[in-house]
């Protein structure tokens, strides 16, 4: 009955500009095209080219607008991509997803997770206690507020901190805390869009969702930190354990035909430096205090954004049939009023001092994501100034540069100019500069990435989802619970850098198993073992093999790429090769025990 439906170029059309579409996603490319003002006479013909750039914001529209051109899909089509069908409501999950991200990116910018880290920092003297206190920080903080705050201030903080300390290269601190920031994200339904698709798609409370994901995501934590410390934590490792967890070291002695053993000078440096050293000493590192520069705003915005997830919490377990937006789209304007107020009245940044950041000292959000391939090597530069660590909002305490006066509350008006829209808008930055970074730092780009891919997957569904579904229920029928995690789990995280990032993986095998659990009938145990399978990989995936298998992944890169730390592709799928391994027998293990043991 499948094939049937499978008849016309509709469903071929739409199968192939999916694919192709996740391919662009997956690897952008740019364009140079003459500058529209050349038509205009020779007064323009200097003009520079255009810099046109295919990739996750551009591409799936205009998928969609090809695929509505070529009367593959129709206006419902759309519109149920956008509004919502079989349990699965974008717009609702997109207005979570923004709301709670300015809540956390409000909080990182007042320094809070700087704080913490450098206060671990100056309370430790031991390599490897201090990466395992930074190891547990990571987690606790990309459990509460998500994975993307931990990248954006987290990474930028590492290439500081390592710097200052000498470890060189950090491949080991960035990688762990590229890792367990997206397996912390996996717990709570708000830290990450793909668990607001799942538990939307299944129709999942939030309190049952966090109850199935929380151990699996715990244990795979807990024992992935022995296995980090063996890989980056010694210069010698044993042959046999290398073959077995990472069989990319034992290719690649079986191809290098010219290495040969030599004899060493003991004095010389080891070829495998311990890139976790046993003592550290960074005397240049600033007084934990300097890096909170809004103390109370600190304060307001944790028990903000404590209150709304303990709202979702609570009105998930008591059954309200409340949409989440109306709980988290209101604590996010009450954070923006805060900002509002310490951009006028609370003493937040001039203009002046906004302007002078610049990108490579600033921790703020690159607003483009690079591709390219680089390697990881380190740059041998001074430190950046810790006048502007991080901080979007004041200067550190102790610089020599003048602070501005706080501005008068009787005379607002005059930072603002005369009341002309066009100079309104053009003010904003200087005149309320927390606001407007964070507001650049908020990930648009995805709302338009989004929509369209729910688009996309809503144009497969009557055709391609049953075909899909089928081939799962042959292999869910033939495995059975054990086949159904681990199917699905790498599954899902191949899909993750094939499908348009872990989102576009996410919306297509949500659809399709939906549609096996509605025609199949399988037992809970596959079910629900399917489906929290999916929610692991969908968020262990993002440290796979391609950077482009998350955002947080092409966010992590540009910021350790403006730090003059590069990491190349292949570099990125050779360490996490072994993290994503461990990752996954630790978290199937524990998720089938879990199933076979809480299901009857």
């Given at each position: ?313 609570a009105t998930s377990a008591a059954g309200v049939h409340a949409q989440v937006w109306m709980i988290t789209v209101p604590a996010a304007l009450i954070m923006l009023a805060r900002d509002i107020w310490w951009d006028i009245w609370g003493g937040g940044r001039s203009g002046e001092e906004t302007a002078v950041a610049s990108p490579e000292e600033s921790f703020r959000t690159p607003s483009r994501l690079d591709n390219s391939e680089i390697e990881l090597r380190p740059v041998h530069t001074e430190p950046p100034s810790l006048r502007r660590l991080s901080s979007t909002r004041s200067s550190m305490p102790g610089d020599n540069a003048p602070v501005a006066p706080r501005p008068d509350k009787t005379n607002v008006t005059s930072k603002w100019g005369a009341w002309k829209p066009i100079r309104f808008i053009s003010r904003i930055p200087t005149a309320l500069p927390t606001s407007y970074t964070i507001f650049t730092r908020l990930p648009f780009p995805l709302i338009p ?152």
């Open positions: 009955m499948a094939d049937e439906s499978i008849r016309g170029y509709k469903p071929i059309l739409s199968l192939i500009v999916f694919f192709i579409t996740n391919f662009l996603v997956a690897f952008p490319f740019s364009v140079w095209v003459p500058s529209p003002l050349r038509l205009f006479g020779k007064k323009y013909a200097t003009q520079p080219p255009i810099k046109l750039k295919f990739g996750l914001a551009v591409v799936p529209p205009l998928a969609v607008l090809f695929l509505l051109a070529a009367k593959a899909i129709d206006g419902g089509t759309i519109r149920r991509g956008i509004l919502g069908a079989d349990g699965i409501e974008p717009i609702d999950i997109m207005a979570l997803f923004i709301s709670l991200a300015y809540i956390a990116i409000s909080l990182d910018s007042t320094g809070l997770l700087r704080f913490l880290a450098f206060y671990l920092v100056s309370r430790s003297t031991s390599g490897r206690r201090l990466y395992l206190y930074l190891y547990g920080l990571f987690f606790a903080f990309g459990v509460v507020v998500g994975n993307d705050p931990v990248i954006l201030s987290g990474t930028a903080f590492l290439a500081y901190m390592t710097r200052v300390a000498g470890i060189v290269p950090p491949t080991a601190w960035i990688f762990a805390q590229f890792s367990v920031a997206n397996i912390a994200s996996a717990v709570l339904v708000s830290s990450n869009p793909t668990n607001l698709v799942l538990t939307g798609a299944f129709d999942i409370s939030f309190t049952t969702y966090t109850a199935n994901v929380v151990l699996p995501a715990f244990f795979s934590t807990v024992l992935l930190f022995p296995y980090l410390l063996w890989r980056f934590g010694s210069g010698r490792q044993p042959a046999s354990f290398a073959k077995l967890l990472h069989p990319v070291d034992w290719l690649a002695s079986v191809f290098n035909r010219n290495q040969r053993r030599t004899a060493r000078d003991p004095d010389a440096p080891s070829e495998n430096p311990d890139l976790i050293p046993k003592l550290i000493e960074a005397h240049d590192l600033p007084e934990p205090s300097s890096a909170l520069v809004d103390p109370t705003g600190a304060k307001f915005g944790a028990v903000l954004l404590l209150l709304t997830l303990a709202a979702l919490l990435f989004a929509f369209s891919m729910f688009i996309l997957v809503q144009a497969l569904g009557s055709a391609w989802i049953p075909v899909f579904s089928g081939w799962w229920a042959a292999w869910a029928a033939r495995t059975g619970t054990v086949g159904s995690v681990l199917g699905m789990y790498v599954i899902s995280v191949l899909g993750c850098n094939f499908m348009g990032t872990n989102i576009g993986a996410t919306i297509l095998l949500a659809r399709v198993l939906q549609r096996w659990i509605d025609a199949s009938q399988p037992s809970s145990r596959s079910a629900k073992g399917a489906i929290y399978a999916l929610a692991l990989g969908s968020n262990y995936g993002a440290f796979s093999a391609t950077f482009s298998a998350s955002l947080a992944g092409l966010l992590w890169k540009q910021i350790l790429n403006q730090k003059g730390i590069k990491v190349a592709q292949s570099e990125f799928a050779y360490h996490n090769f072994g993290i994503n391994l461990v990752a996954m027998l630790v978290g199937c293990a524990v998720l089938i025990a879990q199933v076979y043991i809480v299901t009857s």
